[in-house]
């Protein structure tokens, strides 16, 4: 194995950065040094990319881990992770809050230290590591936009709400632009815009960036790197892979979206990719009343997505769907499934896995649309409702469902108690719509009938509260 090397800057800097520790510079000998020295070494902003990296991947694991369990995408069926996200109940005395509102602390200041302080005294810095730095600083603010309802955007300073941090997140990635070197860079930056822009409800701005995107790449991809061998560790994999979390069982065919087929093998997080522009593009022409270019956009997006790698010959033998936890879920294909009571049964989302079997599992994008369910949808509310389990699927396992519901986090108790203007977000947003005491996660199994029946189609649940000010943003 290879040896890690840590620096440990001064106290202060440690103390604002979390991330120093996770530093890996090969060529410096004396782990102990302070920041005068690792700033006049040889690799510095070598070393501290490596670090944010680092710290980045590990942050972005938790993310989807917690936001997961927050979801109708898993039920956290053990007794590790939170129990309570399920609900969901979230309280801003929460650890599990404090640690992901420190997380974007975290990936904003280790970016504004590299960009800022180290940058101008390492004369190797590039191109590539400024794009790095400045895209992690710009993802900071599209979490704390995404999920939560304010938080600060500088160190110690006022809180910021959630739509001043997605304004922020542009002008950050428009600095971003300045260094990227690749047209796959360029798609993802545009495509990050986008994912802005819709959130904020710009749909000119949402399409204009998804169109810029595509067209300088239909099938980029970008992704977070983990590395088992130095135990930067995927905790969502840690999760999925494992028997902690059960997928909702019309999901069960995308899980394990992160598996493991050595036993030191973290499997990368997808952070970007093509399939987000033309969802975009899709709900922009709902929104317009364009159903048949809404479809064009879904046909092409399918085309897409069967064009993406599967895992097969994949053994998930140990995974009983129980397994010691809370309640059974389906581990036959004999289940059929139905979005909830009185809709069609669907065959072909439950996986056999059990001896013999072994599964095939997309880990980049999967669906279980077809061109036949995009040609038989009627009205603006219909398809629009396939459109979001299309991109239920094609984002699942990668915490991106949670900002869909328009559930927002609170700002932490530490946050609260040290900043005045904090006191307005102490409380979870929650929308009216969403079921309570684990809802989300019921269904009904029939084991005779082998019918399994969801109790709440959130889909569309989602699309009857279309007009609402938190979900479905084209709309309201």
Known sequence: MKAINYIFLSVATCFTLNSCELLQPDDIINPNVDENTFLNSANAMQAWVNGANSSFAESIGS??????????????????????????????????????????????????????????VDAKTTKSDLFNLYYIKAYAYILAGEYFRALPD?????????????????????????????????????????????????????????????????????????????????????ATWGTWFQPLPRLDFLDPKYFKLTSTEERPINIGKAEEDYLILAEAALSDNDIDGAKGYMKQLLTLVKSRPIQTDLNDQLEGRFNGGYKHYPNSSEYVVAA??????????????????????????????????????????????????????????????????????PVCEVEAANTPSAQPYMEALIPSFIPLNQGMDDFTMDETTKKVTIRYNMNKIIVENKSSEYVVPFFN
């Open 63 to 120: 993310y989807c881990e917690l936001m997961e369990i927050m979801s109708d995408n898993y039920f956290n069926n053990y007794s590790q992770s939170s129990k309570v996200f399920d609900i969901p109940k979230i309280l801003y005395t929460d650890l599990d809050v404090t640690n992901l509102q420190r997380y974007i602390g975290t990936m904003r200041e280790s970016a504004d230290y590299g960009i800022n302080v180290v940058a101008p």
């Open 154 to 238: 500088t160190d110690g300073g006022d809180v910021k709400t959630w739509d001043e941090q997605l304004k922020t997140a542009v002008e950050v990635l428009d600095k971003a632009l300045e260094y990227v070197e690749t047209d796959e860079d360029k798609a993802f930056i545009h495509t990050l815009k986008a994912r802005v822009y819709y959130r904020l409800g710009d749909k000119q701005n949402a399409v204009n960036e998804s169109q810029t995107a595509l067209s300088f790449s239909g099938d980029f991809v970008k992704q977070v790197q983990f590395d088992g061998v130095n135990d930067v560790l995927n905790s969502i994999q840690t």
């Open 340 to 409: 909830s009571e009185g809709e069609e049964y669907r065959s072909g989302l439950v996986l056999d896995r059990q001896a013999p079997h072994l599964i095939s599992v997309p880990y980049i994008s999967g669906t279980s649309v077809s061109e036949e369910m995009i040609n038989k949808t009627s009205g603006v509310d219909e398809t629009l409702e396939l459109l979001y389990l299309m991109r239920q699927e094609i984002f699942f396992a990668e915490g991106r469902r949670v900002a869909d519901l328009g559930i927002k986090l």
